[in-house]
């Protein structure tokens, strides 16, 4: 009976915000011993009775008096019995705590089960937003495992700066004790110290961890939980010795050798590298420590603070994962609050939010998901933080370790043209992909970092760095759409004409290597010596050169109302706000004319018109829902007829909207640019490749921008009345860049001699790709199109299936047509990808009689009629009837054959490939209004739930739950939550949790803007 009573008061008492006169906190636990510990100003004997059945058991502690009216009570209890559950109450004098209750540590020995423990840093000096964080923590450790902390969750790990003043005694009650109260009754706190305490003997008095000291006694030390090894490092400048890291060395090797120990984490202060606060960079974490840790195989996680904020990231030749959440308390560390941020290749992530990090060890599975989750920042949740609790970034790490699969590198013709794609074998693991890397040199073999090293390019599957500000501050993931398969170079330095050689290597999410590639070689050209007069395009290197058609449009011939703008570009890189070409002004109240170039990753074209907004100036922005690709070529057309806008993307419709009408509405004093975002505060240079760029008086039909698309005006054409300027590019760089229709000649701002490179683009270079017969005969299931890839340029083929137009005629002579072939393919097929024959080649169909369900449909390819179909699976619609698929390639010249299937066709061999990951895509579009498409991808039956959060962390919408079979699967979400009612312009996350039949669980987020 008294036993019940006793835990009756541990569940009913123990709650945050109902503190009696002592406030526990617990410390330094062992398997059969803790640390319970409290500040009074009483220097009477602390005491404290627990027990398992009864509380029979009474310890009295040490007190130890830091100053008048403040002293900080011990009491150590031993002789405890691991993984076991205790409940206790601390007694002073007439005072005493409500009835808490606490575990010890599993045994080694216990391999099943789970061992949970938490993360934040930087509590200091808000003590209501380190109060916010540590209850967010709690509820949402409740949420997940229970309301018994004890029982769920086994430690706090704490790295550091728990005050904003290690000698001011009083902050440490204030600023730190009092707001971890809600926690640290029921789960012990292991802090590593931070700078802000300054190596204050007061913080060495609070925090006791003797029996767990390194060679300076507990200034490091190491801790065992059941079979995780942690070890706390001191990252202050007076301890970054050669003596901690030999201690350092030391416990991770008796760590890695003993079979009683799973995995190493370690904490410390102090960060390897951070993006959004450069001068916390601490080179002794990285060069020393991180390095050290890079030894051992059981080294997983290394957790920091110090910057305010959250940043994740991999060493990239060693399997641990970096961690900085130093959100729990101070004033955040922000995007723009400093000029050095920079974007560093081994962080995949950065926010500068608040909030506090999980991780669950499943002993039986060999395996721990890791968990972050946001308060976001004052602009992104508004003011005063309404705890969104929001799950922000996950991982999930395996102690079973199997490499991926050995890639292949891609062969490429004997010579090529800057930019120049690399290509490597498909991606094959057990696991997701998170990271590849192409390493090249000039010399075989000796692949050593500065030993000959011209290019070194390491990417992972994501790099969230920055936001897109006012008003959404949405974060921005630059590696969207990434193919981690392919690498582009471009021309920037060293890389120069003459012979390289190159190899390529994969890694999965547990940050796992595969071995690397043989080597391949390719040579690059001199452009000066093989680009024509008439095949030229213009590169810009992304610095502050562009062309200037008019500084002032009083002086520039631009169209009236309606109006075309069509360009090949390919572009290298995409910053948030891109041009390629405008005429134009956008400052909030002041947005005027016209401008095509991208927003985030998507290729766009922004209007302002007299009939929108009162003429006052409102632009307009079109997208297209694809993720545009760096180093690969699109025509872009921008369409104005005075009534909508309408953009196409390799002449198919992308996007169109209603919303302007009437004049454009120009500002005099704007600038008409090539080659730059640029208006009267902004200026943001492109880094790509263009082409053919044509400003025409006129809104082309969709059918004029296919017959042109592919072909240079020249004086052998037509008279062209509507075509107000034709940029070709194939003049040598000079002053001024000339306009065929000498309209608008442009000044050059910047750019170089070797700024006019060998074009690639598909524009005046016919002849590529044919088929046999006109795609509208294309019908039955399995039926077949013929196409033979050859090429009119000597080793470089512009892949593309394209007409001269109705209005021109048959082929012209310059084609070279393969045996069998007859005719030239209508627009509505094409290959959009352009590089040579070995690359991947993107698919696009329009009208064609096809059998069963558009949603159902499967394109099928084989190599020659005895070989079986081969299925497709990868592809993505756009804009039904028009789709996309992608031929995954390589492929050879040849002829090959292209075939339909409806997915229920029984009479087509192939029944497609099962995704080898489950991968939660990016929606398309992004953002949007009103609806978005959201993919996932499964290898294998799983129960999923698939959902929609807001910034609070509120279920706004199921979308799927319950079994689902392997494949890929597309859920539209309409933005509305049940019952039909529509939710408000916003940042809302999709959240992806599926449980496979092998028992693996994975859980992934993305983020998705909605704009009504």
Request: aromatic share 10%; net charge negative.
């Amino acid at each position: 009976m008294l036993f019940a009573l006793f835990m009756l008061l541990a569940v009913s008492i123990a709650v945050p915000g109902t503190q009696a006169a002592i406030a526990p906190y617990l410390q330094a636990p062992t398997q059969t011993s803790i640390h319970v510990c409290w500040q009074s100003a009483s220097l009477l004997p602390p005491v404290v009775r627990f027990g398992t059945e009864t509380p029979d058991r009474s310890v009295t502690g040490v007190s130890d008096q830091l100053s008048a009216g403040v002293v900080w009570h011990d009491v150590h209890l031993t002789g405890l019995a691991p993984g076991t559950v205790y409940a206790y109450r601390c007694i002073q004098g007439a005072d005493s705590s409500a009835v808490f209750t606490f575990a010890t540590p599993p045994s080694a020995s216990v391999k099943t089960g789970h061992i949970r423990f938490a993360i934040i840093s930087d509590s200091q000096e808000y003590a209501a937003q380190s109060s916010m964080v540590v209850d967010s923590m709690r509820a949402m450790m409740t949420r997940l495992w229970g309301n018994d902390l004890a029982r769920s969750v086994g430690v706090v790990i704490h790295c550091g700066d728990i005050c904003s003043s290690g000698a001011v005694l009083s902050q440490y009650q204030s600023q730190y004790f009092s707001s971890m109260a809600p926690v640290s009754a029921n789960v012990p706190f292991m802090v590593s110290i931070g700078n802000h305490e300054a190596e204050s003997d007061y913080y060495y008095r609070y925090m006791r961890y003797g029996e767990f000291g390194g060679p300076r006694g507990d200034r490091f030390y190491s801790f065992r939980y059941g079979r995780l090894q942690f070890i706390a490092l001191n990252t202050n400048g007076k301890y970054r010795d050669d003596v901690q890291i030999a201690w350092l060395d030391s416990v991770c090797a008796a760590a890695e050798s003993d079979d009683d120990v799973d995995w190493i984490f370690t904490y410390g202060h102090h960060p390897a590298l951070s993006e959004t606060w450069p001068d916390g960079n601490t080179p002794y974490t990285e060069t020393r420590v991180l390095t050290t840790l890079a030894k051992y195989a059981k080294a997983t996680l290394h957790m920091a603070g110090h910057t305010h904020a959250y940043e994740r990231g991999a060493m990239k030749d060693a399997s641990v994962h970096t961690l900085i959440f130093g959100g729990a308390g101070g004033a955040l560390d922000r995007w723009r609050g400093y000029t050095n941020q920079t974007d560093e290749a081994v962080i995949s992530r950065s926010h500068d939010h608040h909030g506090y990090a999980l991780v669950d060890v499943d002993l039986a599975a060999g395996s721990y998901t890791f968990r972050a989750f946001s308060l976001g920042s004052q602009d992104v949740t508004g003011p005063g933080l309404s705890l969104p609790n929001a799950e922000i970034d996950t991982y999930t790490a395996w102690k079973r370790r199997a490499k991926p699969q050995r890639p292949d590198a891609g062969t490429l013709p004997d010579s090529v043209d800057l930019p120049v794609a690399l290509t490597g074998s498909a991606y094959v693991a057990s696991r997701p992909q998170w990271s590849s890397e192409f390493q090249v040199r000039t010399a075989a073999g000796g692949y050593v970092e500065g030993g000959g090293l011209v290019a070194d390019v390491h990417r992972d599957v994501e790099n969230v760095y920055w936001d897109t500000g006012a008003p959404l501050f949405a974060a921005i993931d630059r590696n969207a759409g990434i193919d981690l398969t392919r690498s582009v170079l471009t021309g920037s330095a060293p890389l120069q004409p003459g012979r390289y050689h190159w190899r390529v290597r994969y890694r999965d999410v547990n940050l796992d290597w595969s071995e690397w590639s043989t080597e391949k070689t390719f040579v690059i050209r001199d452009p000066s010596a093989s680009a024509s007069t008439s095949d030229r395009a213009l590169r810009f290197d992304g610095s502050a050169a562009y062309l200037e058609v008019a500084s002032s449009l009083d002086s520039a011939v631009l169209p009236v109302k309606s109006m075309t703008v069509e360009a090949w570009v390919r572009p290298e890189t995409l910053p948030v706000y891109g041009g390629f070409i405008g005429a134009f002004e956008d400052n909030n109240g002041a947005q005027k004319g016209w401008v095509v170039g991208n927003v985030l990753n998507h290729i766009s074209f922004g209007l302002a018109t007299v009939g929108a907004g009162d003429g006052d100036g409102l632009m307009t922005y079109l997208q297209d829902p694809a993720i545009a690709v760096p180093g690969r070529w699109y025509h872009v057309a921008a369409v104005y007829d005075g009534a909508q806008m309408r953009l196409y993307i390799n002449g198919i419709h992308a996007a169109s909207s209603n919303v302007q009408s009437g004049d454009i509405l120009y500002d005099p004093a704007s600038t008409f640019t090539i080659g730059a975002y640029r208006d009267a505060n902004e200026l943001t240079p492109f880094k790509g490749t263009m082409d053919e760029v044509r400003l025409w008086q006129k809104a082309l039909t969709v059918e004029e921008l296919r017959g042109w698309m592919f072909r240079k005006v020249t004086a052998t054409h037509p008279s062209f009345p509507s075509l107000i300027s034709c940029w070709h590019f194939d003049q040598s760089m000079g002053s001024t860049v000339y306009d065929l229709t000498g309209n608008n000649p442009a000044t050059n701002h910047g750019l170089g001699a070797g700024s006019g490179v060998r074009s690639t683009a598909p524009v005046g270079n016919e002849g590529a790709f044919f088929i046999t017969q006109s795609p509208g005969l294309v019908g039955a299931a399995g039926a077949g199109v013929q196409f033979n890839p050859v090429s009119t340029m000597s080793a470089s083929n512009n892949l593309g299936i394209y007409t001269t137009g109705t209005a021109e005629g048959p082929a012209v002579s310059a084609d070279v047509l393969p045996v069998g072939v007859n005719a030239r393919a209508d627009l509505s097929w094409g290959f959009w990808e352009q590089g040579i024959v070995t690359a991947s080649a993107a698919l696009r169909y329009g009208s064609v009689t096809r059998s069963g369900q558009d949603a159902a449909l499967r394109l099928l390819f084989r190599p020659n009629a005895d070989t079986a179909w081969a299925d497709i699976t990868e592809h993505q619609y756009q804009d039904i009837p028009n789709a996309q698929f992608i031929v995954s390639g390589p492929m050879s010249t040849g002829l090959y054959t292209l075939g339909w299937s409806s997915a229920t066709s029984a009479d087509v061999s192939g029944s497609g490939e099962t995704p080898s990951m489950v991968v939660l895509s990016p929606n398309f579009p992004n953002p949007f209004n009103p609806s978005t498409t959201i993919r996932f991808l499964l290898p294998a039956s799983a129960e999923v739930r698939l959902v929609v959060l807001d910034v609070l962390g509120r279920e706004v919408g199921v979308l799927v739950e319950g079994p689902m079979a392997p494949g890929v699967h597309d859920v539209q979400w309409t933005a509305d939550v049940s019952g039909g009612t529509s939710v408000a312009s916003g940042v809302y996350f999709c959240r992806l949790d599926a449980r496979l039949s092998s028992g693996e669980r994975v859980v992934q987020t993305r983020t998705m803007v909605l704009v009504h």
